[in-house]
């Protein structure tokens, strides 16, 4: 090319799944398509009602201008109402709460907006690979802490207080957990605000799989003095089965959420009216729609299960979030080794856990962002590869 890329591109690197797409490409060209058990986008309907919304506001001429970088009041309004009563947690609609395209961008602007570079950043291990990344492209320096199984996948708050941290500015949290699927409690988010204020870190919880196999919704803004130090981070993708439509929101207090609009304003210019206008609707759902979603996702993960047990992977049964996490046997080099053995032998790609830092390196992780009928033809095909392998007496061992 005929100028050199900017040093912060040089600290990041294609994703994971963009690499692994393309070999699952190239594998399809084959004749057998790969079943892909790795990227969790859902795969069903949003509700009809936004869709219907949609359509309606599309076709209103006046609908098709520049719209104000804050979002309109009703979606901020709708958000508002949201929190309340799912969440229990009031936010002043008009100075603490800002709709994104996707809770993915506001990890991005919560970077731009307050990372200087050689800030510090404490990410967790496993954790969002988006997380760091950001960092690095603020030209922060990331600090990772440990998540483990023998601790729930909490952070362990002994070792916090014994790390430096001096120069820490931000810590990113992500409760129920991706990719372990841990649920946060509230004495974790009290421990949270507690050490944010004790140290003068905003900490940053990501919270998109709040409603997904999980019976209570909470967030870390309902703990008393959490605005003082947290901001949340929100979304329509997996709850309403809107990924794609990239609309998410972040809420704090107010002077945070006046920065971030000052990097937003200056990317973009405001979001399509009627998403805003149909996303206003889906927000209004009621309880029978993450009863319902969730009676379907509870079936998933029982067949996801089921290729867990038959892989002699180790996992947990009540885990929440869309995802299934669990360590597989000593058998095995690694979670990548197994991966890559499903893939070669069974067509069926199931994601390694390496990919979400060190600590995962001995995990896989299933989506259940695929229909009953394609986990029930993934383990026919992984018990059928199993049968013709070398294994014996169904023991990897």
Partial sequence: MIIKPANRTNCVSE???????????????????????????????????????????????????????????????????WYKKYYDVELNPFTEIQPLAGSKEGILLLSLAFLNRGDKVLVPNPGYPTYSSASLLAEAEIIPYDLKEENGWFPDFGQLEAMDLSGVKMMWTNYPNMPTGARADRQLYERLVAFGLKHGILICNDNPYSFILNEEQLSILSVPGAKECCVELNSLSKAHNMSGWRIGMIAGEADIIANVLKVKSNMDSGMFKPLQLAATVALSQGKDWYFQLNAEYRKRQRLAGEIFDLLEVKYDKNSGGMFLWGRVSDCWKNGEELSDYILQEARVFITPGFIFGSNGEHYIRISLCATQEVLSEALNRIRKALRLSPFKHGSFC
């Fill in 15 to 81: 994703y994971y799944f963009s690499r692994k797409l393309q070999e699952i490409e190239a594998m399809n060209r084959q004749g057998i398509p790969v079943i892909n058990l790795g990227i969790g986008a859902p795969d069903r309907m949003p509700p009809e009602e936004a869709i219907l919304a949609l359509i309606k506001e599309a076709r209103n001429p006046a609908n098709h201008a520049y719209q104000s970088y804050k979002g309109i009041a009703s979606l901020r309004e709708g958000f508002a109402d």
